[in-house]
């Protein structure tokens, strides 16, 4: 059935930010250099940006560690600079998404500052300060970049605060009504400019039903005190009740170890307009130790957006963003079939029911980094991985990165934007960038060069999203899943009046697949046997 919000008829583009574009060629992007490619992305067809934090920040955790909500980090620019962003976006009929990460400040936020001066301080009960249990932490859980979620208070004995992340990220306490007062201003004030919804990291887990010892686990013990408590959705439910509800506004939700039981308790309150699920995102990883690769089979990506297509009524779907690898690294063919794989993703990704999020550079096929080292690495999550890996694996660091660089190391995604083969690949005019440039600018994967090759990955994504934009059946049409060889996707969307099927070989085989002859809305590079469907070879019918 057709809607007419917005977030369910445009596609949303991921920024992050210090990555896209260098205005002032400092080494980092900025909201200038945002500023500058937005009839690029008015071209390419979207019509919402979600933007990676720019708040004020010690960048421990590249942003996601807040020290200000209501500044912009200078290296970005200045709040001025972020309204004119809002009102240059809007002239082209794009919305702006930000980060909303409020399970955690940074330990440098004045309210952890104020609550380590003063014991008695109101900010005290902002976040968890607990007494340790003999020489022990309070309790057993572990962060998720590795070690005790506990770190000790300077100076207090046997104090501790609890962070489930890195030791500079403090998780805010939601008992104190005062924390979510706190929340509900943030979300007003950026409202009021303009700002039309939030992506909330981390959202199912800022609400600690208790600090209990959680079941043994070798990654996130304590899971079942913290993940989708029953507070978590009358928190939500509050802020779209008190706040959002009176804005045209929505809200996403990065929701870890989600089941669709959980997910539609979200959805049919209104809590979240939408979320992502992860269980695809693990399909080439060891699920117990994600560090360690397996080797990737088409079935076990498709198999798990299949499965949440019909769990919920609406989802947030996606094969890239700021913490996954590059997806045809990962799901492609990035040597012998590079622009039919990167073509067939395309066509799988933008043909599925949901909102659908395209992370920058995805349009032009961007690869994961080659020839990185262990010195190169910016990303705090695979420096812990490393950590762990030799301490617990006794295995050599080197070895350790080896492991880590293929699996969870986020620096494949957050490598600069390449717009031309030009020096830094026009990311900016030549300074050193914060952190090192796929060298492949070079060989053809730019902006500048696809827009001028017909063939390309990027003209290929234009014709995709302008046939996405423009068909309410690709948007809104029922999901039906059909019977075929495990490694391909093959289903059909279906409206009142129009029936499309869509079939995609994920594999770098050719595979027997009966069609009958109909109406081809769009394919990849080759030519169509209705028997058999070549390597990475894509495919939209019009069959009604």
Known sequence: MKDNRRFKNKIIYQIYPMSFCDSNNDGYGDINGIISKLDYLKDLGVGILWLSPIYLSDFKDNGYDIIDY???????GTMEDFENLIKEADKRDIKIVMDLVINHTSTNHIWFKEALKDKNSKYRNYYYFREGKGKNPPNNWNSSFSGSCWEKVPGEDNMYYLHLYTIEQADLNYHNEEVIEEVKNILKFYLDKGVYGFRCDVINQIYKTSLENGKFRFFNCGKEHYESQPMNHVILKRFQDEVLSKYDAFLVGETSNITPEIGNEFLKNGELDMFFEFDHSMCDMNSFVP???????????????????????????YLENHDQRRSVTRYGNEDKYYKESAKALCIFLLSLKGTIFIYQGEEIGMLDLKGNTIEDLDDCLAKSAIDSAHKLLKISRKRAFNLVNKTVNRDHARTPFQWNSKENAGFNRGHKTWLMM??????GVNVE????????????????????????????????????????????????????????????????DNREEKEVLLANDYEINTKTLKPYQGIIYKIK
């Open 70 to 76: 209501y500044k912009i980090h200078p290296i970005f």
């Open 291 to 317: 560090i360690f690769k397996k080797k990737f089979k088409a079935k076990n990506l498709i198999n798990p957006i299949f499965k949440w297509q019909n769990a919920v009524p609406w989802i947030g779907v």
């Open 438 to 443: 796929n060298s492949n600018y070079t060989q």
């Open 449 to 512: 060069d696809e827009l001028n090759d017909p063939n390309s990955i990027l003209n290929f994504y234009k014709e995709m999203i302008k046939l996405r934009n423009e068909n309410d059946t690709l948007k809104f049409g029922k999901f039906i899943k059909v019977k075929s060889n495990k490694n391909v996707a093959k289903f059909i969307r279906e409206s009142e009046d129009e029936t499309l099927l869509i079939v995609v070989n994920l594999t770098a085989k050719g595979v027997k």
